[in-house]
């Protein structure tokens, strides 16, 4: 048979297979390969992207109600430290300050000065936590929502738009106990913990040398 180039090539007969494309022989074995890897676990769907079961829009919002009601927090403490620099405002810096009417620089107004600094601290740790916890998938993460809810009621003694953490806090709780958080909580923990197989024991051991060594 003859080629466009002009060259000659011989036709191949009726019975014989076409040559395989590709360097070297091909293996008389077929080499064996891994399944494809689910897109599901749970009966949830994983994301492309990461691996993870999907983050619905609600779990997405929490967290973000949550990031919310902790910038309140830093936001609200850095106003109050702001006017309570200056001695002249120190009285009505917030509410704690306002309850106890302290002298400034007596050790009384210290000792306020440091408690108005472990409120900031868990008014930002409690939705912290619930953000966090809720991103991946914890059960308990509902529970830390609640917790946030509580703490933020400390917004009490610092400024009156502290309360908008209190608010923040509550949106996020209440997104985090959805059907579909509660979902992907579920799923999320497969995912993290899959269930092992059983471990059979074996019942024929054999004792002494090997067979070929005997």
Not at 94 to 114: H, N
Not at 134 to 141: I, L, Q
Request: charged share 15%; net charge neutral.
């Amino acid at each position: 048979m003859t080629e466009q180039d002009g060259s000659y090539r011989p036709a191949r007969r009726a019975d014989e297979q076409p040559a395989q494309e590709g360097l070297g022989k091909a293996p008389e074995i077929p080499i064996a390969s891994l399944p494809p890897l689910t897109s599901e676990v749970a009966g949830y769907p994983l994301s492309e992207r990461t691996g993870e079961p999907k983050r619905p829009g609600v779990v997405i919002a929490a967290v973000a109600a949550f990031c919310a009601s902790l910038i309140v927090a830093v936001v609200t403490y850095w106003r109050y430290w702001w006017v309570a620099i200056n001695i002249d405002n120190f009285a009505t810096s917030s509410k704690l300050i306002e309850l106890f009417d302290p002298r400034p620089g007596s050790g009384t107004s210290i000792v306020l000065v440091c408690v108005m600094a472990i409120i900031s601290v868990i008014m930002v740790a409690g939705p912290a936590t619930a953000g966090y916890n809720a991103w991946y998938g914890a059960s308990w993460s509902r529970g830390a929502g609640i917790v946030a809810c509580v703490t933020s009621l400390l917004a009490f003694f610092v400024l009156p738009a502290s309360w908008l953490a209190l608010g923040f806090a509550a949106i996020g709780t209440a997104l985090v106990w959805t059907g579909q958080a509660r979902k992907f909580s579920d799923a999320y923990q497969v995912f993290a913990d899959p269930p092992r197989p059983p471990i059979v024991p074996s019942t024929a051991v054999a004792y002494g040398p090997a067979p070929r060594f005997r």
